[in-house]
């Protein structure tokens, strides 16, 4: 590139995703099956479509506050309120951004001075790294394992937090591997974060897809609760992915530092995309239902399908994805899906796109029908028969 030496040398040197370089790849070729994709196989439910299409017909297409619309950030405060008995206030405590995406960004970029350590349990969603550097922090990978089931432990936290730790970034659930923390999970971390004055920052994009008991928010820790910054969005519970609609709930004077952020680069999110998602959050609850039910059964179908044959998986507790072991075929995680590609049509995330920890491991999304699912395991099957 002729300005490899001119430009930001951070951006220069961050590595594009992992998941888009392999689906560029699967791109060029013909009757490819995918499961690579994290983002929901249903239509947006109609009701929420409605908002956006009349929101246009009655030409509600200007510019809406920084903050996003009250009713809005009403809405989500009361929607956090009563699925996940966390009270936040709409005017104080929240801003609506474009996707939990942009969430994360003017997040990290509020609260990293420079060189500032931030806490990532990996494997971890591809976009954290990159941002925390462009942010100006230092990554500090912790490792999750499967005989945690994929938590972040106490001990684990312990050993790396320094004396420039500034951040957690906890998803749970988590892509890729699908794990959660309870209420006694975090029970445990909670004390050490309150002891060296760690902000939480809390993805909880999946929040919805908890497969057993319900989803645990940090934020219900009153002790830590002035530095829980929640991250969530509307992607993944209504199948909203195209709209890009997200938001962060956080103590006044976060929220107040993000929107400078926020108003200098975004101003607002898509504003007829604001009138859907308060449709969403007012009426959804029945939507997220539906799609829960099928998740957890297209869950349970895949885990059992993949042990069968012969690739151990562990159950995730969350999200929509599975993170296979491939041990038995004795390859790294890319020759593994660059061969399944090429031999089978059949395209997977290498595990190590998120990071080193996830080398051993491929990442399966279920978010596809049952029947691209039925197909891809016979695909894999037939695969496992040349190399186990
Ligand atoms: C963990 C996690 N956080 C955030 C996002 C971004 O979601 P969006 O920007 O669509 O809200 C994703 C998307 O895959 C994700 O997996």
């Known amino acids: 590139m002729i300005f490899d030496e001119e430009i930001n040398q951070t951006v220069r040197y961050i590595k594009p995703s992992g998941i888009r370089k392999f689906f560029d790849i699967a791109a060029t070729k013909k009757g490819v099956i995918s499961l690579g994709v994290g983002e929901p196989d249903f239509i947006t439910p109609w009701h929420i479509r409605e908002e956006a299409i009349h929101a246009i017909e009655k030409g509600r297409t200007f510019y809406t506050g920084n903050k996003g619309l009250p009713e809005l950030r009403k809405g989500i405060c009361d929607y956090y309120s009563r699925r996940f008995n966390v009270d936040y206030n709409g005017d104080e405590n929240c801003i609506v951004t474009v ?10 970029r509020t609260i990293l001075k ?19 550097e462009m942010a100006g922090g230092k990554v500090i990978e912790v490792q999750l394992k499967e005989e945690d089931e994929f938590k972040l432990t106490p001990e684990a936290l312990r050993k790396v937090i320094s004396e420039r730790t500034k951040a957690v970034i906890l998803n749970f659930p988590g892509n890729p591997t699908g794990g959660i923390m309870t209420y006694d999970d975090y029970g445990k971390i909670v004390p050490i974060l309150k002891q060296h004055h760690i902000f939480a920052v809390t993805d909880e994009i999946y929040a919805e897809l908890t497969y ?7 934020a219900v820790f009153e002790e830590i609760r002035d530095r829980v910054i929640i991250i969530n969005g509307f992607s993944k519970a209504y199948s909203m992915t195209g709209y890009r609609v997200g938001y962060i709930l956080a103590h006044k004077d976060i929220i107040e530092m993000c929107l400078k952020i926020h108003q200098y680069t975004i101003m607002c999110a898509t504003t007829p995309c604001q009138y859907a998602a308060i449709e969403a959050v007012n009426n959804g609850d029945n939507d997220i239902e539906e799609m829960f039910l099928s998740f957890r059964q297209r869950r349970n179908y895949i885990v059992k399908e993949l042990n069968r044959i012969g690739l151990k998986t562990h159950m995730p507790q969350g999200a929509f994805y599975v993170f296979p072991s491939i041990a038995i ?29 996830g080398e051993g491991y491929v990442r399966i999304s279920y978010a596809y029908s049952l029947d691209e699912i039925k197909l891809a395991i016979s695909k894999l099957e037939h695969f496992l028969e040349k190399y186990r």
């Open 329 to 357: 075929t004795g390859m790294k995680c890319e020759e593994f899906c660059e061969r399944l590609l090429e031999e089978e049509n059949l395209a997977l995330v290498p595990g190590n796109a998120f990071g080193d920890a």
């Open 212 to 218: 057993e008991g319900k989803h645990c928010s940090i």
């Open 99 to 108: 996707g939990g995406s942009e969430a994360i960004d003017i997040v990290l």
């Open 114 to 132: 420079p060189g500032d350590e931030v806490i990532l349990p990996t494997p971890a969603y591809v976009a954290y790294a990159a941002i925390i």
